[in-house]
Nanobody, 126 residues
Framework: QVQLVESGGGSVQPGGSLRLSCVAS????????MGWFRQGPKKREGVATI??????IYAEAVKGRFTISLDNTKNTLYLQMNSLNPEDTAMYYC?????????????????????WGQGTQVTVSS
């Protein structure tokens, strides 16, 4: 059974940085995508996705500020978030699926992912 556990959330001032982590266990497929999603007052939205080939895709709102990466030796997904602003305040979720980005129709949409973590809260305020 696949389990995803996020950590690294917290409170930060505008302009600050945070790094989120997601440790995956129970995953046996050789192909996969892992993504970060967030949910604030509106619907859950995709932030960034990476697959086992190293391909990445980012939401326009975070391009140039956020970086998604994967450490296969630690089974850990990361999201480095820089230049944070209040609009980035949300619960951040880690997700995984056996499909690669090229296999997905919409790799930033939650319906593409089968496995989900419980989330970690990020709050950006002064």
């Amino acid at each position: 059974q696949v389990q995803l556990v996020e950590s690294g959330g917290g409170s930060v001032q505008p302009g600050g940085s945070l790094r989120l982590s997601c440790v995956a266990s129970g995953y046996t497929s050789s192909t996969y995508s892992m993504g970060w999603f967030r949910q604030g007052p509106k619907k859950r939205e995709g932030v960034a996705t990476i697959d086992n080939d190293g391909s990445t895709i980012y939401a326009e709102a975070v391009k140039g500020r956020f970086t998604i990466s994967l450490d296969n030796t630690k089974n850990t997904l990361y999201l480095q978030m820089n230049s944070l602003n209040p609009e980035d305040t949300a619960m951040y979720y880690c997700a995984a699926d056996e499909a690669t980005i090229s296999d997905m129709v919409e790799p930033l949409e939650e319906y593409e992912f089968d496995y989900w973590g419980q989330g970690t809260q990020v709050t950006v305020s002064s």
